[in-house]
């Protein structure tokens, strides 16, 4: 079975400070993909990457990194200089890629992002 | 531009009654949609695959006979609450899977829909 862990439930930074929201997963699956996805107030998930598990690459885009661990089956997310608007709930997430399931998503229980002045 | 809509957004409905969510892909035909719950302060746990001129397949847990899922074409999915119930008060999110390459596949949310029972 599939489990995704945030371990972090609430994370509260003032602006500018970086943060790191962790992701922990569990899969028997040797090929499966990672995601991570940003969800304000208004409810609508927004995708922010997707990293298949032969690629454990780190990745940067502006000011996210993330740092894909397949050793300790971590892929943690950093935020460089918060900004107010990045306050949101943030879900890690968890693919297989056997087709017979349709791709499902196992969402993480989520770690709420408040950025203060 | 949006690739999933969701109808309506939000929805007040009194206990015992039947309520149905409409779930649009806009841009792309989809054979298989998902349906999502998420609680207060919680995350999303899936509900149901619903899949294109077949039954949907539920998750461990979730009453088929309350959640009806009726996936009649490419571009629509609906997911209606019979009897609804206090507890039935959530929001409701769908989303569309799209083939990137052979299999990859991504998924699209929409906006999603706020159920409240009273």
């Known amino acids: 079975a599939q489990k995704v862990t945030q371990a972090q439930t609430e994370i509260s930074v003032v602006e500018k400070e970086d943060v790191t929201l962790d992701c922990v997963y569990e899969?028997?699956?040797?090929?499966?993909?990672l995601f991570w996805y940003k969800q304000p107030p208004s409810g609508e998930l927004v995708f922010l990457i997707r990293r298949n598990s032969f690629d454990e690459q780190n990745e940067i885009s502006g000011r996210y990194s993330w740092n894909f661990q397949k050793s300790t089956s971590s892929f943690n997310f950093t935020i460089t200089a918060s900004q107010v608007v990045d306050s949101a709930e943030y879900f890690c997430a968890l693919s297989e890629l056997n087709t017979g399931t349709a791709s499902k998503l196992t969402f993480g229980t989520g770690t709420r992002l408040q950025v203060t002045l | 531009g949006a690739v999933v809509s969701q109808h309506p957004s939000r929805v007040i409905c009194k206990s015992g009654t039947s309520v149905k969510i409409e779930c649009r892909s806009l841009?792309?035909?989809?054979?298989?949609m998902f349906w999502y719950r998420q609680f207060p302060k919680q995350s999303l746990m899936l509900m149901a695959t619903s899949n294109e001129g077949s039954k949907a397949t539920y998750e461990q847990g979730v009453e088929k006979d309350k959640f009806l899922i009726n996936h009649a074409s490419l571009t629509l999915s609906t997911l209606t609450v019979t009897s609804a119930h206090p507890e039935d008060s959530s929001f409701y999110i769908c989303s569309v899977r799209l083939a990137r390459q052979l299999s990859i596949y991504e998924q699209y949310f929409g906006p999603g829909t706020r159920l409240t029972v009273t």
């Open positions: 899969t028997r699956d040797t090929t499966y993909y």
């Open positions: 841009d792309f035909q989809a054979t298989t």
